[in-house]
C-alpha cells in the first residue's frame, strides 16, 4: 500500500506545478491512487521514515522552463502506515503475532481496559478487537481528534467532531462481506443435493455517536441476500431486508475506582468463551440481543452482568425484527488477571474467568432427541456453572475450562419434568516458537462434550447443548459437529510468514461421548437412512489462509475433507469435500 503524504512541500513560498497541478493537488492524486494499489499489494513494503531530499526524488522544473534549469529543494515528510494485522481470531490462544496491551490499544483501536487489552484484547469482555475488530461498536477512535495521527483516506469517518471542542463526535463503520461455499456432500451426506454451491452477500453498516465522555449511542444497519445452485437452507439469517442489527445507548463513569458502564437496547453480547457462545459467524445475519448490560472494570479484577431476550429476526420486512421472548441469556461473569511472572526466561500472564450464563428455549429451539430419531419439544431451561484458565507462560499459551450444565426440561403438553445434568471440558495446549520461525505456534486442542441416552422417556438428561452458534471454527470448519455429545482431538499448526498472512492446519478427530445418543449438528440432530452404532464418527483434516490485503480488505478461505467413519457410511453417511471463502472489505 502506498504510504500517506503529509505536510510537504515549499518553495520559495511560490506554489510548484507538476504537469499543470499544484503540489498540493498530487498530494491528494496520490492519496486516491493509494486506494487501488493497495488491494493488490501486501502493505507491508519499505517506507521513507524521514525527509527526502530532491536529489532522491529527482528534481522537477517549474512549467515552462527547461529541464537545465537550477532545480528547486522540495521536502517530502512520508508517514509509514500501522502494520497490516492478520484479522483477530476468537480462541486467545494461537493467534497469528503476540500483541501486548499497549500494542493492541494502539493498533487495535480498543478502549483502555488496561492488563484485559492483552492479546487479541478479549480478556475485556467485548469480543477480539484488531485494527477493525468483530466488534465495531467496541472500537475507540478517539486518538484521531490528533489530526497527526489521521494516517489513513477513511480516518475521516472514523472520528467526525460535531462541537467545535470535539467533545460531540461520531465515528462511522462499516463491513461488506461476500462469502461462497461448496460442499459436495453437505450435512455428512444428508442433504441434499449434492454438490452445493451457495453464494451471500451482507452489508454491516453502523454509527457511533459520542456525547461527552459519559453518554454514547450506537446504531447499525443489515441488510443481506443468498443465491446458489443446490443450495439450501436460505432462511431470515441468510435473506434480509434493512433492518436494526444493533441499537442501543451506553452511559459509563467511574464508581468504587471502576471503569463502569450501562449498556441498554438490541447489541451483541461476546463476554462468554468463544467455543460456547459467539456471532454466528457462518450466515449472514449475526446473533443480536434485546436487553441491558452493567460492567465494572477495574485494574486487575472485572465484573459482568446481563439479562437479554434473543432479537426475533425471522420477519421479511424492513424495519420489522422484534423481541423473542421465547429465548432468554442472562448471567454474569468475574475476570480476574493473576500477577504477572516469569516462566522459562520470558513473562507470562494469564486470566481466570468465573461465569454463570443461564438460558431459557422454547418450542422447536428447546427440542431434545428421542426415542426412534424423534425430537421432543418443551421449555428447556439450562443453567452453566463455569471458570476458564487462559493466557500464556513464555513459549507457551494455553486455555482451560470446563462448564457443568444443570436445568431442567419440560416436555409439550405434559406435567413431566426432567431434571439436566451434563458437561463441557475445553482445552487448547501450545507451543509459540520465534519470530525467526515464521511466528510459528504448534499445538492440540481437546473438547468434551457429555451426551445421554436418547431413548431415555424419563429421569436425568445428561446432552450437553451450546445453542448460540460457538465459533464456527472452534471445533470444525465445516459447521457439520456442534457441542453435544461428542469427543475431539485436533492437533493443529499455524504459521504466519508475514504480518498480513496466516496459515493455519489442523486435523481434528470425532468421536461420540455416548453411543445411545445421536449425532448432532448446529441446529437438531442426524437422522441417518440406518443405524449408527459405532463411536467413532470420523476425521476432517482442514487447512486455512487468512491474508489482509490492506488495512480495509481481507480475504480468507477455508477447506476441509469430512472422512466419515465405515460404521457411519454403513448408515448412510458420507464423507465430503468443503470449501468457503470470504472477501471482506471493512472501515
Avoid at 522459562?344 to 426415542?371: E, R, T
Amino acid at each position: 500500500m502506498l504510504p500517506s503524504l503529509k505536510s510537504a512541500v515549499t518553495l520559495n513560498d511560490r506554489p510548484v506545478r507538476i504537469g499543470g497541478r499544484k503540489v498540493t493537488d498530487c498530494q491528494v492524486l496520490a492519496m486516491l491512487l493509494s486506494l487501488p494499489t493497495g488491494l493488490v499489494t501486501m502493505g507491508q513494503g519499505a517506507y521513507a521514515a524521514g525527509p527526502m531530499p530532491a536529489s532522491a526524488a529527482g528534481t522537477i522544473a517549474p512549467v515552462g522552463q527547461e529541464s537545465q534549469s537550477q532545480p528547486e529543494n522540495m521536502v517530502v515528510h512520508i508517514t509509514p502506515r500501522p502494520p497490516i494485522q492478520v484479522y483477530p481470531h476468537a480462541n486467545p490462544v494461537g493467534q497469528p503475532l503476540r500483541m501486548s496491551g499497549a500494542e493492541n490499544r494502539k493498533n487495535g483501536h480498543q478502549y483502555d481496559w488496561g492488563v484485559f487489552n492483552r492479546g487479541n484484547g478479549e480478556a475485556a469482555g467485548f469480543g477480539p478487537v484488531g485494527r477493525y475488530g468483530v466488534a465495531p461498536w467496541a472500537e475507540d477512535w478517539s486518538n484521531l481528534r490528533d489530526r497527526k495521527k489521521r494516517n489513513d483516506p477513511f480516518d475521516v469517518l472514523k472520528y467526525i467532531p460535531l462541537t467545535r471542542s470535539g467533545n460531540v463526535w461520531i465515528s462511522f463503520s462499516g463491513e461488506t462481506r461476500l462469502r461462497n461455499w461448496f460442499e459436495s456432500r453437505p450435512q455428512l451426506g444428508t442433504q441434499k443435493p449434492n454438490d452445493s454451491g451457495r453464494f451471500a452477500v451482507r452489508n454491516l453498516y453502523g454509527a457511533d455517536l459520542h456525547i461527552g465522555s459519559h453518554l454514547r449511542f450506537f446504531g447499525q444497519l443489515v441488510n443481506a441476500d443468498a443465491a446458489g445452485w443446490g443450495g439450501y437452507g436460505y432462511g431470515s439469517t441468510y435473506r434480509k431486508r434493512l433492518d436494526a442489527q444493533q441499537a442501543f445507548a451506553e452511559v459509563r463513569w467511574n464508581m468504587l475506582g471502576a471503569k463502569s458502564g450501562f449498556m441498554f437496547g438490541r447489541q451483541q453480547f461476546l463476554d462468554a468463551p468463544s467455543y460456547m457462545l459467539y456471532n454466528r459467524e457462518t450466515p449472514n445475519v449475526p446473533l443480536s440481543w434485546d436487553g441491558f448490560r452493567a460492567y465494572m472494570v477495574w485494574k486487575r479484577i472485572r465484573i459482568d452482568g446481563w439479562d437479554f431476550v434473543q432479537t426475533y429476526d425471522s420477519e421479511n420486512k424492513m424495519f420489522h425484527d422484534t423481541e423473542n421472548y421465547a429465548t432468554r441469556l442472562y448471567g454474569f461473569n468475574t475476570t480476574w488477571a493473576p500477577p504477572d511472572f516469569t516462566f522459562m526466561g520470558q513473562k507470562g500472564y494469564s486470566f481466570v474467568d468465573a461465569f454463570y450464563i443461564g438460558y431459557k428455549l422454547n418450542g422447536s429451539a428447546g427440542a431434545i432427541a428421542g426415542p426412534n430419531n424423534t425430537s421432543v419439544t418443551g421449555s428447556n431451561t439450562r443453567n452453566n456453572f463455569g471458570m476458564r484458565w487462559h493466557g500464556l507462560a513464555g513459549p507457551i499459551e494455553f486455555s482451560v475450562g470446563g462448564i457443568w450444565q444443570g436445568g431442567v426440561f419440560r416436555q409439550s403438553g405434559t406435567t413431566q419434568a426432567r431434571n439436566v445434568s451434563a458437561y463441557a471440558i475445553n482445552s487448547s495446549l501450545g507451543y509459540r516458537f520465534s519470530d525467526k520461525t515464521l511466528n510459528t505456534f504448534a499445538g492440540i486442542q481437546t473438547d468434551v462434550y457429555s451426551g445421554g441416552n436418547s431413548n431415555d422417556r424419563s429421569g436425568t438428561i445428561g446432552t450437553y447443548i451450546s445453542p448460540f452458534n460457538p465459533q464456527t471454527n472452534y471445533l470444525d470448519t465445516t459447521t457439520y459437529m456442534t457441542g453435544s455429545n461428542l469427543i475431539s482431538f485436533a492437533p493443529l499448526i499455524r504459521i504466519t510468514p508475514f504480518k498480513s498472512v496466516s496459515i493455519q492446519i489442523k486435523y481434528p478427530l470425532f468421536w461420540r461421548d455416548s453411543v445411545n445418543d445421536p449425532v448432532y449438528r448446529s441446529s437438531g440432530f442426524y437422522k441417518f437412512a440406518g443405524n449408527f452404532r459405532g463411536k467413532f464418527i470420523g476425521m476432517a483434516p482442514q487447512a486455512s489462509v487468512a491474508w489482509q490485503i490492506n488495512t480495509h480488505v481481507s480475504w480468507t478461505q477455508y477447506v476441509s475433507r469430512f472422512m466419515t467413519s465405515r460404521s457411519l457410511n454403513e448408515a448412510g453417511g458420507s464423507s465430503g469435500t468443503y470449501y468457503q471463502s470470504n472477501f471482506v472489505f471493512r472501515f
